[in-house]
């Protein structure tokens, strides 16, 4: 089901920014229990989403309300919302929005996760890189093009996700996910400041990693550093996080990073 501006409907006025332009950005959440796992962060997302690319969205306690009244209506799911500049005018200019758009819809939770957190899953490299651009860098706007090809050229191999560099070649996430790799006792993560997404779980896994007996590292790494890697695992606030078995020809068997990250994401609320 689809809910915007708090009226169930599923059409979209086609003046809309978010269709004209893209201009706008959105959050995926798991929903658990008929709760909205990590709800305070994903409002977070939105918020700094939304100062960065100037949208005037004030509306939050009412989001948080249509977000939680949702989630009560399905035990299990992926809530997704939506926030856009609205409608206004013809050109780039936004002088004549007056008010955003909030879209929230609520699907299945996918099945396969489960099992991709028994078997493990694995990575091919995509011949699609991720433009840089520290405007926009770290945030989930609806521009998602690249993520479009990634998509569909993974669709061509056996592969399960896609590893995804920067135009500079530093690898910087999945299709879909972020991404950790353990070498020993340190665990690296790529930085995200020219390009990629921040994700709400790779930033959950980093509060509990900074906790623990690892070492973190935010690094810029070519893809070759994950030949070496003793372990991988990719996240995101659906799956919650999940082995790679496979990179290309390198097989991964050790589960340390893995074992004690697992059950805190799942427990993650």
């Known amino acids: 089901m689809f809910l915007i501006n708090g009226c169930e409907q599923a059409y979209l006025d086609a003046s809309d920014r978010a269709i004209q332009f893209g201009d706008g950005c959105f959050t995926t959440a798991r929903i658990a229990?008929?709760?909205v796992c990590l709800l305070a962060a994903h409002l977070h997302r939105l918020k700094d989403a939304c100062d960065r690319l100037l949208i005037p969205?004030?509306?939050?306690?009412?989001l948080e309300q249509e977000m939680n009244r949702l989630a009560q209506e399905?035990?299990?799911?992926?809530?997704?919302?939506?926030l856009t500049r609205g409608s206004g005018g013809r050109g780039y200019s936004a002088a004549n929005c007056h008010a955003s758009t909030r879209i929230l819809s609520v699907s299945p939770l996918p099945e396969h996760y489960g099992r991709w957190r028994e078997q493990g899953?694995?990575?091919?490299?995509?011949p699609v890189r991720l433009g840089r651009n520290p405007h926009l860098a770290g945030i989930k706007h609806l521009n998602?093009?690249?993520?479009?090809?990634?998509?569909?050229?993974?669709?061509?191999?056996?592969?399960?996700e896609a590893l995804v560099l920067d135009s500079e070649g530093w690898v910087t996430e999945?299709?879909?996910?972020?991404?950790?790799?353990?070498?020993?006792?340190?665990?690296?993560?790529?930085?995200?400041?020219?390009?990629?997404?921040?994700?709400?779980m790779?930033?959950?896994?980093?509060?509990?990693?900074?906790?623990?007996?690892?070492?973190?590292?935010?690094?810029?790494?070519?893809?070759?550093?994950?030949?070496h890697a003793d372990e991988i695992v990719v996240c995101n606030a659906l799956m919650p996080i999940v082995p790679v078995r496979a990179y290309e020809a390198?097989?991964?068997s050790s589960r340390a990073l893995f074992e004690f990250l697992a059950p805190l994401c799942e427990q993650s609320n």
Do not use: M
């Open 57 to 62: 969205f004030d509306l939050w306690d009412e």
């Open 121 to 126: 899953i694995t990575l091919a490299l995509s």
């Open 250 to 252: 390198h097989s991964l």
């Open 174 to 200: 999945c299709c879909a996910a972020n991404l950790f790799w353990r070498k020993d006792n340190v665990v690296y993560t790529p930085h995200l400041g020219q390009a990629g997404v921040n994700g709400i």
């Open 74 to 82: 399905h035990p299990r799911g992926v809530l997704k919302v939506i």
């Open 202 to 227: 790779r930033q959950f896994c980093l509060r509990q990693l900074a906790q623990s007996s690892f070492r973190v590292v935010e690094t810029h790494a070519g893809e070759e550093e994950l030949h």
């Open 33 to 35: 229990d008929g709760r």
């Open 144 to 160: 998602r093009l690249e993520q479009v090809l990634i998509r569909a050229h993974l669709e061509q191999t056996d592969a399960d």
